[in-house]
């Protein structure tokens, strides 16, 4: 599927790429989003998009790094152009771009440095969803990222030329230079840094970057850690055990044999 778009607004919900999909619609049931005892007034509706959606629009409570931007730019499609994804994952400067169909200029006054998510924002004609109510079916899972699992899994097992292969079928949809021969000569690690890198960049903003970092357990590994933290500054207020989650009080007080985990 050529254009990425596809993968995070209502065009194109349920494609042959899709795996999982969660369903949602402002066509069904009532105007509320939920909370409390079930009742007719509940929609199928989630607000995702006025939560991520960029200011002047929603709220970005959450807005993609400018490591991640940068990352993008670094490598040029087979004509010469920007990775097609970084259009479909983000609003951010660039000539003739519009937010919700307003110039970028008129909306930041000369903002250049700024970025916005725009993966699941509404892409309906002329609608922000003000209301908080957005039908974007949620990915839960896509044929790209089991291609990724695919290879990280090959590579891990010594077959690198697999791990290669499928590394650059999710490259070619975005139009990258062939480079499955230059994957294959890497060691096991240096190709375990091109599939995390594309991890970084195929599945921005779908929840599945932090996961991927707890499993490699780059929050052991010092240089890893600065890495991060030099990506991403949220990572400075990371703290040992951090990464899992406590065990609730109540859960504790009922079993005295269970631990908690570490850090809290």
Known sequence: MDDPRLNGGYEGENNAESIFEIQFSRDVGGPCRGGGTPNPSWGETHARSITYSPPGFGWAD??????????FKQEKTVDGQDDPRLYATMFYYRPGMTVYGVPWEELYNGDTTSVYWRKYQS?????????????????????????????????????????????????N???????????????????????????????AGEGKRFDDIRRWGWLQRPEKLAALQACDPEFNGY??????????????????????????
């Open 62 to 71: 959450t807005v993609p790094t400018r490591c991640l931007y940068e990352t």
């Open 123 to 171: 892409d309906i004609p002329g609608g922000n969803e003000f209301d908080q109510r957005s039908g974007i079916n949620i990915r839960v899972m896509r044929y790209a990222d089991v291609l990724l699992m695919y290879a990280e899994t090959r590579n891990r097992l010594g077959d690198r030329a697999t791990a290669a292969h499928y590394l650059q079928m999710v490259r």
């Open 239 to 264: 703290a040992p055990g951090r990464e899992w989650l406590p065990i609730p009080q109540a859960e504790m007080d009922a079993n005295p044999l269970l631990q908690q985990n570490p850090g809290y």
């Open 173 to 203: 949809r975005a139009h990258l230079p062939d480079r499955e021969a230059e994957f294959a000569a890497m060691s096991e690690e240096e190709l375990h840094e091109a599939i995390a890198r594309e991890r970084f960049l195929e599945l």
